[in-house]
Protein backbone atom coordinates (compact mmCIF):
# COMPACT_ATOMS: atom_id res chain seq x y z
CA UNK A 1 0.00 0.00 0.00
CA UNK A 2 2.79 2.10 0.92
CA UNK A 3 4.74 1.62 -2.42
CA UNK A 4 1.47 2.96 -4.32
CA UNK A 5 1.31 6.45 -2.85
CA UNK A 6 3.96 9.01 -3.85
CA UNK A 7 6.62 10.38 -1.28
CA UNK A 8 4.76 13.02 0.98
CA UNK A 9 7.43 15.77 1.21
CA UNK A 10 8.51 16.93 4.52
CA UNK A 11 8.59 15.34 7.84
CA UNK A 12 5.49 12.94 8.99
CA UNK A 13 4.56 14.51 12.24
CA UNK A 14 0.85 12.00 12.39
CA UNK A 15 0.09 8.88 10.25
CA UNK A 16 -2.91 7.20 11.71
CA UNK A 17 -5.83 5.31 10.69
CA UNK A 18 -9.15 6.40 10.59
CA UNK A 19 -11.47 3.38 11.54
CA UNK A 20 -14.38 2.75 9.37
CA UNK A 21 -17.43 4.71 10.55
CA UNK A 22 -15.44 6.51 12.54
CA UNK A 23 -14.93 10.74 13.02
CA UNK A 24 -11.42 12.34 13.33
CA UNK A 25 -10.47 15.81 13.75
CA UNK A 26 -6.45 17.27 13.89
CA UNK A 27 -5.28 21.07 13.86
CA UNK A 28 -3.26 21.08 10.32
CA UNK A 29 -1.12 24.54 10.64
CA UNK A 30 -0.22 26.46 7.91
CA UNK A 31 2.53 25.07 5.43
CA UNK A 32 1.29 21.17 6.66
CA UNK A 33 -0.05 18.81 4.31
CA UNK A 34 -2.77 16.41 5.33
CA UNK A 35 -2.74 13.80 3.72
CA UNK A 36 -5.80 11.11 3.35
CA UNK A 37 -5.97 7.49 1.89
CA UNK A 38 -8.81 5.59 0.80
CA UNK A 39 -7.21 2.38 1.68
CA UNK A 40 -9.58 -0.04 0.45
CA UNK A 41 -11.04 2.30 -2.83
CA UNK A 42 -14.89 3.71 -3.23
CA UNK A 43 -14.88 5.21 0.49
CA UNK A 44 -16.24 8.65 0.93
CA UNK A 45 -14.22 11.33 3.76
CA UNK A 46 -16.75 13.83 4.62
CA UNK A 47 -14.78 16.88 5.42
CA UNK A 48 -15.04 19.92 7.01
CA UNK A 49 -12.27 22.82 7.62
CA UNK A 50 -12.36 25.38 10.75
CA UNK A 51 -9.73 28.22 10.75
CA UNK A 52 -8.38 27.49 14.20
CA UNK A 53 -7.79 31.21 15.39
CA UNK A 54 -11.65 31.91 15.07
CA UNK A 55 -14.05 29.12 13.83
CA UNK A 56 -16.79 31.21 12.56
CA UNK A 57 -14.45 31.04 9.93
CA UNK A 58 -14.76 27.83 8.25
CA UNK A 59 -14.84 26.07 4.77
CA UNK A 60 -17.37 27.45 2.27
CA UNK A 61 -18.65 25.18 -0.67
CA UNK A 62 -20.55 28.56 -2.33
CA UNK A 63 -17.64 30.62 -2.29
CA UNK A 64 -15.30 27.40 -3.20
CA UNK A 65 -17.62 26.83 -5.94
CA UNK A 66 -18.16 30.45 -7.24
CA UNK A 67 -14.41 31.16 -7.41
CA UNK A 68 -13.03 28.29 -9.60
CA UNK A 69 -16.63 28.63 -11.51
CA UNK A 70 -16.38 24.12 -11.49
CA UNK A 71 -18.76 21.97 -8.77
CA UNK A 72 -15.54 19.34 -8.98
CA UNK A 73 -12.51 19.42 -6.90
CA UNK A 74 -9.68 18.56 -9.13
CA UNK A 75 -6.26 18.70 -8.53
CA UNK A 76 -5.16 22.96 -7.58
CA UNK A 77 -8.59 23.89 -6.56
CA UNK A 78 -8.68 26.12 -3.64
CA UNK A 79 -10.93 25.74 -0.27
CA UNK A 80 -12.18 29.11 0.07
CA UNK A 81 -13.64 30.08 4.02
CA UNK A 82 -17.11 32.15 4.17
CA UNK A 83 -14.66 34.95 4.01
CA UNK A 84 -13.27 34.58 0.89
CA UNK A 85 -9.70 33.51 2.55
CA UNK A 86 -7.96 30.53 0.97
CA UNK A 87 -7.99 27.75 3.86
CA UNK A 88 -6.29 25.05 1.95
CA UNK A 89 -5.14 23.60 -1.46
CA UNK A 90 -5.77 20.12 -2.97
CA UNK A 91 -1.98 20.00 -3.73
CA UNK A 92 -2.03 16.61 -5.56
CA UNK A 93 -4.90 14.03 -5.36
CA UNK A 94 -5.08 10.97 -7.88
CA UNK A 95 -8.50 10.57 -8.34
CA UNK A 96 -10.02 12.66 -10.69
CA UNK A 97 -12.85 14.86 -9.19
CA UNK A 98 -14.59 15.24 -5.76
CA UNK A 99 -17.77 15.95 -4.74
CA UNK A 100 -18.82 19.57 -3.40
CA UNK A 101 -22.22 19.33 -3.13
CA UNK A 102 -23.52 15.79 -2.18
CA UNK A 103 -23.80 16.78 1.43
CA UNK A 104 -23.28 14.34 4.27
CA UNK A 105 -25.54 11.66 4.91
CA UNK A 106 -27.97 12.07 8.34
CA UNK A 107 -30.05 9.63 10.48
CA UNK A 108 -33.35 12.25 9.01
CA UNK A 109 -32.09 11.81 5.19
CA UNK A 110 -31.30 8.25 5.25
CA UNK A 111 -35.03 8.09 6.73
CA UNK A 112 -36.26 9.97 3.55
CA UNK A 113 -34.55 7.61 1.26
CA UNK A 114 -33.92 4.57 2.19
CA UNK A 115 -36.83 4.00 5.01
CA UNK A 116 -37.69 4.59 8.65
CA UNK A 117 -36.08 0.87 9.17
CA UNK A 118 -32.39 3.19 8.83
CA UNK A 119 -33.16 5.99 11.18
CA UNK A 120 -30.67 3.76 13.48
CA UNK A 121 -28.10 4.05 10.62
CA UNK A 122 -25.02 5.67 12.35
CA UNK A 123 -24.06 9.04 9.71
CA UNK A 124 -21.59 11.63 8.89
CA UNK A 125 -24.11 14.24 10.93
CA UNK A 126 -23.82 12.59 13.93
CA UNK A 127 -19.97 12.09 13.34
CA UNK A 128 -19.31 15.73 12.52
CA UNK A 129 -21.67 16.83 15.74
CA UNK A 130 -18.67 14.22 18.04
CA UNK A 131 -16.00 15.38 16.63
CA UNK A 132 -17.16 19.15 17.05
CA UNK A 133 -18.15 18.79 20.23
CA UNK A 134 -14.67 18.57 21.21
CA UNK A 135 -14.20 22.20 20.07
CA UNK A 136 -17.20 23.18 21.80
CA UNK A 137 -19.07 23.50 18.32
CA UNK A 138 -22.65 22.56 17.73
CA UNK A 139 -25.52 21.84 15.33
CA UNK A 140 -25.76 25.54 14.15
CA UNK A 141 -21.44 25.34 12.67
CA UNK A 142 -22.75 22.42 10.50
CA UNK A 143 -22.27 23.86 6.95
CA UNK A 144 -21.66 22.10 3.41
CA UNK A 145 -19.08 19.55 3.59
CA UNK A 146 -17.08 18.02 0.87
CA UNK A 147 -16.70 14.33 0.07
CA UNK A 148 -13.73 13.56 -0.87
CA UNK A 149 -13.71 9.91 -3.20
CA UNK A 150 -16.87 10.36 -4.10
CA UNK A 151 -18.33 10.17 -7.28
CA UNK A 152 -21.86 12.71 -7.47
CA UNK A 153 -21.85 13.41 -11.74
CA UNK A 154 -24.36 15.78 -12.60
CA UNK A 155 -26.65 14.43 -15.04
CA UNK A 156 -27.78 16.02 -18.49
CA UNK A 157 -31.37 17.01 -16.51
CA UNK A 158 -29.18 18.40 -13.86
CA UNK A 159 -30.09 15.67 -11.48
CA UNK A 160 -27.01 14.71 -8.49
CA UNK A 161 -26.35 10.61 -9.24
CA UNK A 162 -24.51 9.57 -5.94
CA UNK A 163 -23.29 6.59 -8.13
CA UNK A 164 -20.29 4.03 -8.44
CA UNK A 165 -16.95 5.77 -7.30
CA UNK A 166 -14.45 6.46 -9.11
CA UNK A 167 -11.73 5.67 -6.50
CA UNK A 168 -9.55 2.84 -6.05
CA UNK A 169 -7.76 1.31 -3.20
CA UNK A 170 -4.68 3.33 -2.42
CA UNK A 171 -5.55 6.76 -3.97
CA UNK A 172 -5.51 10.04 -1.97
CA UNK A 173 -5.83 13.74 -1.73
CA UNK A 174 -3.11 16.09 -0.64
CA UNK A 175 -4.13 19.11 1.38
CA UNK A 176 -1.29 21.76 2.13
CA UNK A 177 -2.84 24.35 4.20
CA UNK A 178 -2.86 27.61 3.55
CA UNK A 179 -4.37 28.79 7.06
CA UNK A 180 -3.75 27.46 10.51
CA UNK A 181 -6.66 25.01 10.86
CA UNK A 182 -8.60 22.22 11.73
CA UNK A 183 -9.55 19.46 9.91
CA UNK A 184 -12.49 17.43 10.53
CA UNK A 185 -13.36 13.78 8.91
CA UNK A 186 -16.44 12.07 9.22
CA UNK A 187 -15.35 8.31 7.58
CA UNK A 188 -18.87 8.08 5.92
CA UNK A 189 -20.80 4.85 7.62
CA UNK A 190 -23.66 5.00 4.58
CA UNK A 191 -24.47 1.72 3.28
CA UNK A 192 -27.90 2.36 1.74
CA UNK A 193 -25.71 3.39 -1.52
CA UNK A 194 -22.69 3.14 -3.54
CA UNK A 195 -20.38 6.07 -1.85
CA UNK A 196 -18.95 3.43 0.01
CA UNK A 197 -19.40 0.35 -2.20
CA UNK A 198 -22.19 -0.46 0.58
CA UNK A 199 -18.75 -1.46 2.89
CA UNK A 200 -17.03 1.28 4.65
CA UNK A 201 -13.47 1.15 5.33
CA UNK A 202 -10.79 2.74 6.94
CA UNK A 203 -8.99 5.68 5.41
CA UNK A 204 -5.27 6.38 6.89
CA UNK A 205 -4.10 10.16 7.54
CA UNK A 206 -0.65 11.85 7.41
CA UNK A 207 0.33 14.90 8.13
CA UNK A 208 3.65 16.30 6.87
CA UNK A 209 5.50 19.53 8.43
CA UNK A 210 7.85 21.46 6.27
CA UNK A 211 11.64 20.40 6.49
CA UNK A 212 12.32 24.27 7.57
CA UNK A 213 11.00 25.75 10.48
ZN1 LIG B 1 -22.03 9.78 5.10
Redesign the pocket.
Known sequence: MNDALPPLEGRIILDEIVPARAAWDHIVRRGETLRIVDLEGNQ?A?FLLYALHDDAERYSAQDTIAAQRNVYLTTGALLLSNEGNPMARLASTTVARHDTIGG??SCESNTLRYGHHTKSHH??VENFLQANARHGRGKRDMVSNINWFMNVPIEQDGNLGIVDGISAPGLHVDLLAEMDVIAVI?N???INNP?NAFNPTPLRVMIAAPLRV
Open positions: SDACACSCPQC
